[in-house]
């Protein structure tokens, strides 16, 4: 399979590309991320165990308390921030926490990343121009 664009609206300007990490459950920040590591810590959480250092975070949402801005400031500073974000429900918590992590951040899509990138899929967000491109990891696989 080829490339997919999907076109939506910047939070957060930049660019930035890397291996998709996603899931379809919000991310709890306060209590649901260890900052040291980037790592999902939330106990019910389908990534639990899973960082999301340097990847493309593909996600509906935060969720919780005002301390989504806090913990993905310190992953930042820690550098274990994600590469970029995608999301699907804006919210103020999410917006300040791109906002801190100064990563590439986007959201209003006109087609749904969720149901259309996989984990593993190379993803890059181009949020200055308003796109995505997402390269299938069956389509980035090269023989040796």
């Given amino acids: ?26 991310i709890s920040g306060w209590g649901g991320v260890d900052p040291r590591s980037g790592t999902i810590i939330e106990t019910h959480h389908p990534l ?23 913990t993905f400031h310190m992953c930042r500073l820690m550098g274990t921030a994600p590469a970029a974000f995608i999301f699907t429900h804006m919210t103020t918590k999410i917006a300040l926490g791109a906002v801190v992590t100064h990563a590439p951040a986007m959201t209003d899509f006109d087609l749904d990343p969720l149901s259309l990138i996989a984990t593993g899929d190379w993803v890059s967000v181009n949020a200055d121009e308003g796109w995505v491109e997402v390269r299938p990891a069956s389509a980035t696989v090269t023989a040796n």
């Fill in 1 to 26: 399979m080829s490339s997919l664009m999907l076109r939506g609206r910047k939070v957060v300007g930049g660019k930035s590309e890397g291996l998709a990490l996603v899931t379809t459950a919000f």
């Fill in 48 to 70: 639990r165990g899973q960082s999301f250092k340097g990847r493309v975070l593909v996600f509906p949402g935060a969720k919780g308390s005002s301390g989504w801005s806090n």
